[in-house]
């Protein structure tokens, strides 16, 4: 095979991926098209009991972490402030509106260490269960920068009626 030949077949074939990529995606996005985030605000005397800085690392079926949804407004990876106060957990990820999660809405909240893919030190993740509008129990996986996953899970923990005073 000539030099041109090997070319013209490596831009073929990465053509072909890339096509079999965006296929592949706009059938998840079809698929996931019913689940939506929760978006809004944090009611006005809702109390800030901590917030971090973290990565926003996937959206996952509950209990299968490597099965990314693609929820509209959690579809990608991002740069995330999770502030959680006495009424919930606010996301902010970068260029999409605000999620609030209700604390009624989340399930529950644990340490993990691995998720589609991204494999951390033990518990160097902190997954969120939550309902979507549908009832369809998902989970969010964060990575704090600045602070202990565990100390974000445990601050999720502390405002859920279910876990309050228990050991998460």
């Known amino acids: 095979m000539t030099r041109e030949g090997a070319l013209v077949l490596t831009i073929v074939l990465a053509l072909a991926l890339l096509v079999v990529g965006f296929w592949a995606w706009r059938r998840r996005t079809r698929r996931d098209a019913g689940l939506t985030a929760p978006v809004g605000e944090a009611p006005g005397t809702a109390v800030t009991v901590a917030a971090f800085g973290a990565l926003y690392v996937a959206t996952t079926r509950h209990a299968e972490p490597l099965e990314r949804l693609a929820v509209k407004g959690l579809a990608f990876r991002s740069r995330a402030d999770v502030t959680v106060t006495d009424a919930g957990v606010a996301i902010d990820l970068t260029g999409q509106p605000r999620v609030f999660l209700d604390a009624a809405r989340i399930v529950e909240t644990a340490p993990s260490t691995v998720v589609i893919d991204r494999v951390v030190e033990r518990d160097g993740l ?43």
């Open 126 to 168: 902190t997954r969120i269960s939550w309902r979507t509008d549908d009832g369809t129990v998902v989970d969010s996986y964060f990575r704090p920068q600045d602070a202990s996953a565990r100390a974000l899970t445990d601050a999720v923990a502390g405002i859920l009626p279910s876990q309050t005073g228990t050991d998460a």
